[in-house]
């Protein structure tokens, strides 16, 4: 294999987890995340709201003051590049959103369509700076009557705003891990 495919791999491989992240910053209302996402200069044409991604993030960082529950999911996700350091990105995206809507009465809906990004690569990383989000359908539902504890019962955790779901715990022990010395996992050798 050759050093453009593998560059292109990792390129490949770059972008889909910035569009993961972008799906765990927007169900976790993780700014930092988010932020991680986007270009400083880039735009963001969301349906509801059009303008720069700060705006967008601050916008949806609002929303998420109302404790909504959201889930994003990906799938066909479709590379193309135009060139070494840009990259046109259709991404399938199916959305479940519920939360109170301007006079608190809580409202749920499903949103399926696609992200279409251009993608640039500055400095080694790859981020957004241009998204249009392309409605393929929608569809009001009746949220549950009955609480989240009543729902979830047993099953618990459930999933929370930053920084209180369980996969920020995750993220300090890989924190933890990266800081120790070296790996003994199959070394043979044993931690003092």
């Known amino acids: 294999m050759n050093q453009e495919s593998i560059t292109n791999l990792f390129d490949r491989e770059a972008i889909r987890d ?4 972008y799906c765990r910053g927007i169900d976790r209302a993780d700014e930092a995340a988010l932020r991680s996402c986007y270009w400083p200069d880039a735009r963001d044409n969301h349906g509801s709201y059009s303008g720069s991604a700060a705006g967008f993030i601050q916008h949806a960082l609002n929303v998420f003051k109302t404790k909504p529950r959201n889930i994003h999911q990906l799938a066909n996700i479709i590379i193309e590049f135009l060139g070494a350091t840009e990259a046109a990105v259709e991404s399938y995206f199916t959305a479940l959103q519920r939360g109170p809507d301007a006079t608190g009465e809580i409202k749920q809906v499903l949103l399926c369509g696609r992200y279409c990004d ?5 400095e080694g990383e790859w981020r957004i700076v241009e998204r249009t989000v392309v409605y393929d359908w929608v569809e009001k539902q009746r949220p549950p009557k009955s609480s989240e504890a009543e729902r979830f019962g047993p099953r618990q955790p459930i999933g929370a705003p930053h920084p209180n779901d369980p996969v920020y715990e995750l993220s300090k022990r890989r924190v933890a891990a990266k800081n120790h010395p070296k790996d003994l996992i199959g070394s ?4 003092p």
Not at 18 to 21: D, F, S
Not at 118 to 122: C, H, T, V, Y
């Open 18 to 21: 910035c569009l993961h992240r």
């Open 118 to 122: 251009l993608f640039q690569k500055r």
């Open 188 to 191: 043979g050798e044993e931690e």
